[in-house]
């Protein structure tokens, strides 16, 4: 079974940063793209940044210039780096892996991590 851990949210003040970390485990043969997505209350859930295992890099407009994504491909952890937050980045944070197991290739989800920009 593959499971994927987020931690490193929390509260922080508008124009702080944030590193968010998120490791996979389990049986495990390959892991290919892995990102970021948020939920913000109310919202729908929405793409904040993708990594592939070759290193390139897609971000949302919104964080483009204040985040990024990084991998440590031997550790199967990928990271988000967050500067400059603003209060419309709070949102619950998950990560999001295409994994291949020992049974099959999937996509994974971790449970979530919050996040909170406010004053």
């Known amino acids: 079974q593959v499971q994927l851990v987020e931690s490193g949210g929390g509260l922080v003040q508008p124009g702080g940063s944030l590193r968010l970390s998120c490791a996979a485990s389990?049986?495990?043969?390959?892991?290919?793209?892995m990102g970021w997505y948020r939920q913000a209350a109310g919202k729908e859930r929405e793409l904040v940044a993708t990594?592939?295992?070759?290193?390139?890099?897609i971000y949302a407009d919104s964080v483009k210039g204040r985040f990024s994504i990084s991998r440590d491909n031997a550790k199967g952890t990928v990271y988000l780096q967050m500067n400059s937050l603003k209060p419309e980045d709070t949102a619950v944070y998950y990560c999001?892996?295409?994994?291949?197991?020992?049974?099959?290739?999937?996509?994974?989800w971790g449970k979530g991590t919050l996040v909170t920009v406010s004053s």
């Open positions: 389990g049986s495990i043969v390959s892991i290919n793209a």
């Open positions: 990594i592939t295992s070759g290193g390139s890099t």
């Open positions: 999001n892996g295409d994994i291949r197991s020992n049974l099959y290739r999937r996509n994974y």
